[in-house]
């Protein structure tokens, strides 16, 4: 059997669901990182953003972020549409099938709040990577941090980032262990759900935290 064959099965189809989820969780991991400087005060936040735009690799990197992001879009959308071609009628009753389930609000809300990341992610780059590109210091670098004083003055926008952070929360809680899962670690899953559980919460929370903490504090 080839690789594209494999690749387009349903068991193929999740193993590039998780493995490119897992990639994206790491990059959810690194970006955090470095937002969480923000806290360091406007010079050293602002250092640190002029040292990743002036890295060389940075656009190399981004390319290959975009693709996996891509190809998890695409492999997602696929399989949740070959999923309700399978069953073109929906249950007359949906009920939990108890506490030996994995099914929960996050797993059944999955292709909804990744549409939602989606456009979050879209209007996100607009806001901070395209948005005004204020200049500070000598020699001058990009003042990335009044860019995120004036997006979180908006009470609004304050919202929608914090709302969005949940329905990020909700699809780690669940991608993360289905990923671990499809891609071997079954046997751990209880251990997984938990892991993944307490992982969204901390990385859901400290996104969060850093817009309010602007919006309080600007």
Not at 89 to 113: C, D, F, N
Request: net charge positive.
């Amino acid at each position: 059997m080839s690789v594209r064959r494999v690749l387009s099965s349903s068991v193929g189809t999740k193993l590039v669901i998780g493995a490119t989820g897992l990639l994206l969780f790491a990059y959810l991991l690194l970006h955090l990182a470095g937002n969480l400087m923000v806290f360091a005060g406007q010079e050293t936040f602002n250092h640190y953003a002029h040292f990743l735009i002036s890295n060389p690799l940075v656009v190399p990197a981004e390319i290959v972020l975009v693709l996996i992001f891509l190809v998890h879009i695409y492999k997602a959308v696929l399989m949740w549409t070959k999923n309700q071609a399978a069953r073109p009628v929906p249950y007359e009753q949906k009920a939990w099938a108890g506490h030996t389930s994995r099914k929960s609000l996050a797993s059944s809300t999955m292709i909804w709040t990744g549409v939602a990341i989606l456009a979050f992610v879209v209007v996100h780059v607009a806001h901070i990577k395209y948005g005004a590109t204020y200049q500070i210091g000598d020699p001058p670098v990009r003042d990335l941090y009044r860019t995120e004083v004036e997006v979180f003055s908006s009470p609004v926008w304050v919202a929608i980032y914090v709302a969005v952070m949940v329905l990020i929360g909700f699809h780690l809680r669940h991608g993360i262990s289905s990923a671990c899962q499809s891609l071997g670690a079954g046997t751990l899953s209880q251990r997984v759900v938990v892991a993944g559980t307490i992982i969204a919460i901390l990385i859901a929370g400290g996104f969060a935290i850093i817009p309010i903490w602007v919006f309080l504090t600007r």
